[in-house]
């Protein structure tokens, strides 16, 4: 994704006489990524997101709460309420899908945030949190690979972790 506006979407400003509220459009905080309330199709996304997370089971909710809190204790707050955001919607919309297919397990989360980032987490919230932007960006496509069969995970009692790997086609 570029940082380079043509125009201000709302008021159709060139990037040489921008006014102060285009400037919003032109972030892109290097943890968080993009905000995601600026933009309709942002907006709109996030609201569906919120949509599925409010449609899961009781179960389910109380899992995804669960994370919630657990990366907020380590300071690293994924909630998208709280701020929306890329890398947080790209984390809602993993688990999402994850949890709507029956393959959510929190030791799974821990094992592609480990993956990514190449540490070990003992929450999966604790993991989650630890994303930034581009990576959060990369555990959604992962959870999406799982979902339609294009990653394969491998788990390892002994290490009690799992391994990610691309389906080649």
């Known amino acids: 994704m570029s940082d380079k506006v043509e125009e201000c979407w709302y008021c159709k400003h060139s990037p040489n006489e ?3 509220h285009c400037i919003t459009f032109v972030v892109n905080d290097p943890i968080e990524g993009r905000a995601y309330d600026q933009l309709p199709e942002d907006i709109l996304a996030v609201n569906y997101i919120k949509t599925q997370i409010q449609s899961l089971d009781h ?14 204790s380590v300071k690293r707050n994924i909630n998208l ?4 955001s890329h890398r947080r919607y790209e984390i809602a919309r ?5 949890m709507q297919d029956g393959q959510f397990d ?9 993956h990514i980032t190449k540490e070990t987490y003992q929450k ?3 993991a989650l949190g630890h994303l ?4 959060a960006e990369l555990f959604a496509q992962i959870c999406y690979g799982i979902t339609v069969d294009q990653v ?18």
Not at 60 to 72: G, H, P, S, V
Not at 94 to 98: K, M, Q, R, T, W
Not at 106 to 114: A, H, T
């Open 18 to 20: 921008l006014a102060h």
């Open 59 to 72: 179960e389910r909710r109380n899992e995804y709460a669960t994370m919630l809190i657990d990366a907020q």
């Open 81 to 84: 309420s709280a701020n929306k």
């Open 94 to 98: 993993g688990i999402i899908l994850l």
């Open 106 to 114: 929190r030791d799974l989360v821990k094992g592609i945030c480990s």
């Open 124 to 126: 999966a919230g604790e």
């Open 132 to 135: 930034n932007a581009k990576q």
């Open 152 to 169: 394969t995970i491998q788990y390892i009692p002994e290490q009690n972790t799992f391994r990610v790997q691309e389906v080649r086609q």
